[in-house]
């Protein structure tokens, strides 16, 4: 049953009907005035689902690229960044910014649990030369379904009165309460296969002026990413060049529906979702990898040893054609992740309940 197959895994996530209809045309000229009435929209939207008056820049690219604009537009090479890692993506972030040459200093957790903001606020408290110019971190990760203190250690960086925080929003946004502007996040990264509801292709970056500021100033080169033309091309509801056309069809689609839904509802759905899987998953006997208070709204990890959890995602995938998320690095074989971010429901989450548990009898037997 080809057609039938259920994609649970935290993106790429499925696609509403409405939005994969909206994508099936013939692009458009991208500097006609059509396409300029929707790129208006769309930012329009985009700055609803941010709650934030900033400038939010979409690059044709996935979410690592947005990460990678979040970086070289603010900073300088020896620059000073602390990094939060206590998963797959947390560890990006700290290559990304060895790659480009910042003078890292990584801080970590064990994958399964939160980053300390303790551990930030000493740091950030030390440093009264202010040498730290970003505090750069993972809100939902991804790898492990921890969902980061991003408040707490947000407000140790706000103290701290000169760092950036820069934020990996990818599946938080949309999902979570990400309220950029109340908070003052200055660089928020996400991309558009995850809560947007879209396909993959578009990243976006969300700017404040703080940031701006340190991008006049910022040394690391940027040419594509340099997000100084995304913003001057979207003053004139244009773009620096030529974008994802028909991602862009899919997301303004997408961004409607979600203003139907309305915020609250979503984070609403989105944290019903994670108890009836999180419920579900202890009922069935088999432990939760991340803790009840840090959990993602996004994505549930779950570990299944003395059974290897390939076998059991094996056995789904082959027997229901539902797909699940395997660990990653270390925890391959230990973990399945369960995705229940964007276009998702209670009946799909009770499904995927139903099939463990035959699936762990059969496999148990
Ligand atoms: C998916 C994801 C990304 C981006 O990955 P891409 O493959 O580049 O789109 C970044 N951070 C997190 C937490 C993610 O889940």
């Known amino acids: 049953m080809g057609e039938k197959q259920m994609l649970m895994i935290p ?21 006609s005035a059509d396409f300029s009435n929707i790129i208006a929209q769309v930012n329009k939207g985009l700055k609803w689902l941010h709650q934030t008056n900033n400038e939010i820049l979409t690059l ?24 939060g890692d206590n998963g797959k993506f947390g560890e990006r972030w700290g290559k990304l910014c060895q790659a480009f040459g910042l003078d ?5 957790a064990e994958w399964g649990q ?19 110019k970003a505090v750069i971190i993972t809100h939902s990760e991804t790898s ?28 938080s946004l949309g999902a979570t309460n990400v309220p950029v502007d109340q908070w003052g996040l200055d660089v928020v990264a996400s991309g558009s296969q995850k809560g947007y509801m879209i396909p993959p292709g578009l990243g976006f970056v ?23 033309k995304y913003k001057k091309a979207n003053a004139k509801d244009s773009t620096p060049f030529t974008p994802a056309i028909n991602l862009y069809f899919a997301l303004n689609t997408a961004l409607e529906l979600m203003q139907e839904e309305g915020l609250e509802n979503i984070f609403a759905r989105h944290q019903r979702l994670t108890k009836v899987t999180r419920e579900g998953i202890k009922a069935l006997g088999l432990k939760l990898y991340a803790p009840d208070q840090y959990a ?13 959890a390939e076998d059991l995602r094996g056995y789904i995938r082959k027997t229901y054609d539902i797909v699940l998320a395997g660990g990653q690095d270390h925890l391959k074989g230990q973990i399945f992740r369960i995705g229940h971010l964007g276009f998702s429901c209670e009946r799909e989450m009770l499904t995927v309940l139903a ?6 009898a059969t496999l148990q037997a």
């Open 11 to 31: 993106g790429p996530t499925p696609v509403p009907e409405k939005v994969l209809l909206a994508m099936a045309k013939h692009p458009i000229g991208h500097r």
């Open 60 to 83: 044709a690219s996935s979410g690592t690229g947005a990460m990678e604009a979040g970086i070289i537009n603010f900073l300088s090479p020896g620059d000073k960044v602390l990094v």
């Open 104 to 108: 890292t200093e990584i801080i970590k």
């Open 114 to 132: 939160p980053l300390d903001p303790e551990v930030f606020r000493e740091k950030l408290t030390a440093d009264t030369n202010k040498k730290i």
């Open 144 to 171: 492990t379904g921890v969902l980061n203190p991003l408040e707490a250690i947000n407000k140790a960086v706000k103290d701290h009165g000169e760092a950036l925080i820069i934020v990996d929003a990818v599946t």
């Open 206 to 228: 969300a700017v404040s002026e703080k940031a701006w500021k340190a991008y006049e100033t910022a040394k690391l080169p940027r040419f594509y990413f340099d997000l100084g």
């Open 296 to 308: 993602s709204n996004a994505i549930t990890a779950v570990a299944t040893s003395p059974l290897n």
């Open 355 to 360: 099939v463990l548990k035959e699936s762990l």
